[in-house]
C-alpha cells in the first residue's frame, strides 16, 4: 500500500527551540495535511497543504508542500510545553473517499 | 457547527466476546465516515470508510466489520474479539464530494482505547 515515511521518529528539545519534521514519499501526492495528537485523544488538524510550493502558517507553525509533490515538512518554531504530542502527516492522491495515507508520526518532548 | 461522538471511551473485552463501538456525527449531511486503528500510540491505519448508508469498504482483512444503519451513524463491531483487536480505535469524517484541490480532510473523533485479555 501507500507509505509515508516521516522522520524523526522521535524529538527530546529544549523549551524555546524550534522544531523541524517531515515526510517523504516514492509516490506523488496531491494534498498533504498535518495533524496533532495529544495522549489518549484524537487527531487535530494543524495545516493542510492543497498546491505544490504551498508554504503555510498557523500561529508558530509553518508547513511546506514540496514542489515536487513527493514531501512536506512542519516546523514549529520557539516551542512551549503544550506542543508535546505526536505529529503526523497526512496524504491523499486523489479526490477519492478512501481517506488519507499517514505517516507513523514524530513524538515530540519538550524538556523544561 | 459539526460534532463528532465516539463511545465507548475505554472498553475491557474478554478474548472471544463481542464488540460494537459506536460513532455518530452531527451537524452535516451525508458525510464519509471512516474507523482507523492506531496501534502502540503510533501510526493510522484504515480499517473502512463509507460513502453512503448500507456502503461499506475495507481495506484490510481483518476480524471486524462496519455498517453504517443510518447517515451519521457508523459502527464497528465483532463477533470474537483477538488479542490482536487491541488499540486505539479512531472513528472520522469528512464531507462527501471534493473540495478545493480534492482533500478529504478528516475530522476525528475522540478514539475508543480497547483492550482484548
Known amino acids: 500500500g501507500q507509505q509515508l515515511n516521516q522522520s524523526p521518529q522521535s524529538m527530546f528539545i529544549q523549551e524555546g527551540e524550534d522544531v523541524s519534521m517531515n515526510c517523504t514519499s516514492s509516490?506523488?501526492?496531491?494534498?498533504w495535511l498535518w495533524y496533532k495528537q495529544d495522549p489518549g485523544e484524537g487527531p487535530v488538524l494543524l495545516i493542510a497543504l492543497y498546491k505544490a510550493g504551498e508554504l503555510t502558517s498557523n500561529g508558530r507553525l509553518t508547513a511546506q508542500f514540496g514542489i515536487t509533490r513527493k514531501d512536506s515538512f512542519l516546523n514549529i518554531s520557539a516551542s512551549i510545553p503544550s506542543d508535546v504530542g505526536i505529529y503526523f502527516c497526512?496524504?491523499?492522491?486523489?479526490?477519492?473517499?478512501?481517506?488519507?495515507?499517514f505517516g507513523k508520526g514524530t513524538h515530540l518532548i519538550i524538556q523544561p | 457547527s459539526q460534532t463528532i461522538h465516539q463511545w465507548p471511551a475505554t472498553l475491557v473485552q474478554p478474548v472471544g466476546s463481542p464488540l460494537s463501538l459506536e460513532c455518530t456525527v452531527e451537524g452535516t449531511s451525508n458525510p464519509n465516515l471512516y474507523w482507523y486503528r492506531q496501534a502502540a500510540g503510533r501510526g493510522l491505519q484504515l480499517l473502512f470508510y463509507?460513502?453512503?448508508?448500507?456502503?461499506i469498504s475495507s481495506e484490510v482483512p481483518q476480524n471486524l466489520s462496519a455498517s453504517r444503519p443510518q447517515d451519521r451513524q457508523f459502527i464497528l463491531s465483532s463477533k470474537k474479539l483477538l488479542l490482536s483487536d487491541s488499540g486505539f480505535y479512531l472513528c472520522a469524517w469528512s464531507i462527501s464530494g471534493t473540495s478545493r484541490s480534492g482533500a478529504n480532510v478528516l475530522t476525528f473523533g475522540a478514539g475508543s482505547r480497547l483492550t482484548v485479555l
Open positions: 509516490s506523488i501526492f496531491n494534498t
Open positions: 463509507s460513502v453512503g448508508i448500507g456502503q
Open positions: 497526512a496524504g491523499q492522491k486523489r479526490g477519492g473517499a478512501d481517506g488519507l495515507t
